[in-house]
């Protein structure tokens, strides 16, 4: 089952999205609750209710759709985020705190068609995109989504995630081995894997990351990183 949140102080509107998103096709079962108040909306999350997708009305009194995002981010770093808003100079603003898509509100069924599909690709990508963890007690499956950065540590590879990190006894070498195929992974500098989907900011020498990590680019690595991050989005287009 996928549960979406829709977050709008118009009640008739957000009932309205319900009904488009339910009577739409999808590969699993969904259920979608109704927010008028984001606050209660992040109460619910904070007390530790899970949404895979939330749909969020930008401009709402008391709490504006940009400042309610970012606190989605803080509580769960992996959830869609997709906003809804009457003016599309708004849309560049979602980049601030990752957000999936934005609709046109006036616009909903017509837009909805090509963003559910975007939706659903990401939510396959999700379930099928893990490293698997196996050491002698246990194993874990980490989706790839969650990675930001992959680095050596002596012995251990250790991967950093949004909230935690995961070391695993076996060389970068390897790991990057493993990972082959999945052209969301580069190599920055001699100890250092990145997400290219996580990261904020490309320069000259340094890239940023979405949690604001810095980490320097190897120098004979500066050009080959800036290409590869390029074909990687020419390729999603």
């Not at 118009?10 to 927010?35: M, Q």
């Not at 606190?71 to 997709?82: G, Q």
Request: proline content about 3%.
């Amino acid at each position: 089952m996928k549960k979406i949140a829709i977050v709008d102080d118009d009640r008739d509107y957000a009932e309205g999205i319900r009904k488009v998103i339910t009577a739409s096709k999808w590969r699993d079962t969904i259920w979608a609750d109704i927010y008028e108040d984001p606050g209660l909306f992040l109460d619910e999350l904070q007390n530790g209710k899970e949404y895979d997708l939330c749909l969020s009305d930008i401009e709402m009194p008391g709490k504006s759709g940009l400042a309610l995002a970012g606190e989605i981010r803080r509580l769960d770093p992996y959830m869609l985020l997709v906003f809804l808003t009457a003016y599309s100079k708004y849309a560049v603003c979602g980049y601030q705190v990752e957000a999936f898509d934005y609709i046109i509100k006036e616009r909903f069924e017509e837009e909805w068609k090509r963003v559910r599909k975007k939706i659903e690709k990401a939510f396959e990508r999700l379930e099928n995109d893990y490293y698997l963890v196996e050491a002698s007690t246990f194993f874990e499956k980490i989706p790839l989504s969650h990675i930001l950065y992959i680095h050596k540590e002596e012995k251990y590879t250790v991967f950093v995630l949004e909230d935690r990190q995961v070391r695993v006894r076996k060389p970068l070498r390897q790991v990057q081995k493993e990972l082959a195929g999945k052209n969301q992974f580069i190599q920055v500098e001699r100890g250092h894997v990145v997400n290219i989907e996580k990261i904020r900011k490309f320069e000259l020498r340094e890239i940023e990351l979405t949690n604001g990590r810095r980490i320097p680019i190897g120098k004979i690595l500066s050009s080959e990183v800036r290409d590869k991050i390029h074909s990687y989005y020419s390729g999603r287009i």
